[in-house]
């Protein structure tokens, strides 16, 4: 490329141009990145393009055909950058809508089903007793894009994963190991095995989440590694519905030891398989780039204290 400029904002570069950058880059490619941003291929290689003018460097490297493109060094840096210029832009929505409100506060967390029902339960009583002016509000979601995304553009203050990716926009607090367990009725074939073991499972019905969580790909591919091939005869995405399949004695199910430990129907049990097939730790996450108010840090200390429930 020419010879280097000196970055200037003068050089009229906007949120447009970031974006571009940012949806290419997480995509690999411009095609995917148009699609997505609602314009045309050449639209968005002219906005990367002029940020690659006005930074005097390449940002991708483009392998031509059906190659994924990638970012050079320099282009991860801006990626960096932008990725939290954006999310204060897009922050600021959040903020000028939560002054508006008045002087109620109100904390936005994302939560899984077992985050809502065995985390925050415990938490939020000792957080009332200090904050009881303070409104908490849970809202399900489990996929980490949308959690981190959530977290990013200032919908979610805080928000439980399970195996969080690392992410610049998002600090991440190690809370609690949940393993994977069995769940079955007590008067199964393998209610009181003397050596719980995944192998049990073998060739058994099994009731199981859809295959939409990455959680429950990677256990399958733990299986299929161990030579592990259970039946599977049900999926759903709803933790109640899946423990009164099994409740029903139409399967055993892989589930987190948090949710299996109270299990809805005094028929179920847990078995603790020694081996870990994948891990599953549980994170409380939150953004970087918004300074915390003295609430949720409040909550946050009061999660960390009563982690599991």
Not at 9 to 28: H, M, N, Q, S, W
Not at 97 to 121: K, N, W, Y
Not at 212 to 238: F, H, K
């Amino acid at each position: 490329m020419a010879e280097r400029s000196v970055w200037s904002i003068d050089k009229g570069v906007g949120l447009r141009e970031l974006r571009a950058l940012l949806t290419v880059a997480d995509l690999g490619s411009f095609r995917r990145a148009a699609s997505e941003l609602g314009y045309t291929q050449s639209s968005i290689s002219h906005q990367v393009a002029a940020l690659e003018r006005a930074l005097g460097i390449e940002l991708f490297t483009r392998p031509g055909g059906r190659g994924a493109v990638k970012l050079t060094p320099g282009g991860a840096a801006a990626y960096r950058r932008a990725r939290r210029a954006l999310g204060e832009v897009e922050a600021i929505g959040a903020d000028v809508d939560e002054a508006q409100r008045g002087a109620r506060a109100r904390i936005r967390v994302g939560v899984s089903q077992t985050a809502a029902a065995e985390l925050m339960p415990t938490a939020l009583r000792a957080f009332r007793e200090v904050h009881p002016e303070v409104e908490v509000i849970l809202s399900e979601v489990e996929e980490s894009q949308a959690i981190m995304s959530g977290l990013g553009r200032g919908r979610l203050d805080l928000a439980f994963a399970l195996n969080p990716e690392p992410d610049e926009r998002v600090e991440a607090i190690p809370l609690v190991e949940d393993p994977w367990v069995i769940l079955t009725r007590r008067d199964s074939p393998i209610g009181d095995a003397e050596h719980p073991s995944f192998d049990l499972i073998d060739g058994a019905n099994l009731v199981a989440w859809t295959r939409r969580w990455a959680n429950q790909i990677e256990l399958e591919e733990a299986w299929s590694r161990r030579g592990i091939a259970p039946r599977i005869v049900y999926r759903t995405d709803d933790n109640l519905a899946l423990q009164r399949l099994v409740a029903a004695g139409l399967g055993h199910a892989c589930i987190g030891q948090l949710a299996a430990r109270r299990a809805v129907d005094s028929a179920l049990t847990w078995l603790a398989p020694r081996e870990r097939l994948t891990p599953r730790q549980v994170a409380l996450c939150y953004p970087r780039h918004r300074e915390l108010t003295g609430a949720v840090a409040a909550l946050i200390s009061a999660i960390r204290a009563h982690p599991a429930g």
